[in-house]
């Protein structure tokens, strides 16, 4: 059996693997996909030390951390089921969709997360092209430019805000007849010079020259097609947590985000979480890497003061 078991191989979990690791702990890390979120992302920016880089290069660098040390890489592997220790201190046993069951005194959760997609024609061939998901990572790209922000919730309110304050103009775009967002935000929002806010608008293809976005077109309340001439599509449809799997197991927030504590713990004892998957607000990668280390020294703590057997 492991000391720490290892869910998820994005950014907190190749961080959790090497603090584990590096207190001596027999140390196993399920990966289907080292790097996570990373390998869908071109540049960032935001990694604190490294002025830029390429997410696929993000990654491989992640992953070649991972593997200086002695952790037992479980490849190309989900989990489907946790079942938690029947006693404090017990082994906790992790089934893998190939059948396989993993045993550990400590678990760390860090499956992460995925964006809500619009599901129109264009979406997927210019992503990373024009078409993002995170105002905090690549708002920076479009300064002075055109773009649209799909989605009138809280999320989609507050990317539009903080765009306006870097872009040339925003379109926010809200399918239904009302903005969802808070209030304040949607007063916030109105009072802005340069943000165009259209109800009943909903997004119907995202278009471009075949190497980047130039326009957006949406179905309006009129019942015909419009086009806007822009640079970039922000979708802010919402955050996925991939904890489905977890869902009669722990504690979730109506979100289906894993219950944390301070210190990374979950609402079962020996099991914590770490990253886009938890509560912590802020989904980032510096974020999500402080947050991996932080579950691996809580697990080393639990196991210190686990009675010897
Ligand atoms: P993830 O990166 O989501 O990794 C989770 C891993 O767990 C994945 O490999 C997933 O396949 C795996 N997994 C899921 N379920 C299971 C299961 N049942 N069993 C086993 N494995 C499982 N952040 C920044 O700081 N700067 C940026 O510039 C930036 N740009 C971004 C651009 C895009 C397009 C996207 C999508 C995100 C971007 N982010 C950026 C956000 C950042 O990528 C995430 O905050 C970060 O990757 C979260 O790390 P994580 O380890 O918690 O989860």
Not at 31 to 55: C, H, L, P, W
Request: proline share 4%; hydrophobic share 40%; glycine share 12%.
């Amino acid at each position: 059996a492991f000391d720490v078991l290892i869910i998820g191989s994005g950014p907190a979990g190749a961080s959790a693997a090497i603090y584990a690791a590096r207190k001596g702990l027999r140390t196993g890390l399920v990966a289907d996909r080292f790097g996570g979120q990373v390998m869908d992302t071109a540049g960032i920016e935001n990694f604190i030390s490294i002025k830029e880089t390429e997410g696929p290069k993000l990654s491989a660098q992640l992953e070649a951390h991972v593997r200086s040390y002695d952790v037992e890489i479980i490849s190309g592997q989900r989990a489907k089921e946790l079942f938690p220790a029947a006693r404090p201190g017990g082994l906790h046993g992790i089934a893998l969709e190939s059948g396989a069951i993993l045993h550990s005194r400590t678990v760390i959760l860090t499956t992460g997360a995925h964006w809500r997609q619009l599901g129109v024609p264009g979406e997927e061939q210019y992503r990373t092209k024009g078409v993002a998901y995170c105002p905090h990572c690549d708002g920076p790209f479009y300064k002075g430019k055109r773009v649209a922000v799909a989605g009138g919730g809280n999320s989609g309110v507050e990317a539009a805000i903080d765009l306006a304050g870097i872009v040339g103009h925003v379109t926010l775009l809200q399918r239904s007849s009302k903005l969802k967002a808070d209030k304040v935000l949607q007063d916030k929002l109105r009072s802005l010079p340069n943000v165009t806010v259209l109800t009943e608008a909903l997004t119907t293809r995202i278009e471009g020259d075949g190497s980047k976005v130039n326009g957006l077109t949406y179905r309006g309340g009129d019942g015909k097609d419009h086009r806007i001439d822009l640079e970039g599509v922000f979708v802010q449809i919402g955050l996925l947590p991939n904890t489905e799997w977890l869902r009669n197991t722990l504690a979730l927030n109506d979100f289906g985000e894993i219950k944390v504590d301070d210190h990374g713990a979950t609402s079962v004892p020996g099991v914590f979480a770490a990253g886009d998957a938890t509560t912590t607000p802020y989904k980032q990668i510096v974020i999500a890497v402080g947050e991996g280390a932080k579950s691996a020294l809580s697990a080393f703590d639990y196991l210190i003061r686990l009675p010897a057997e």
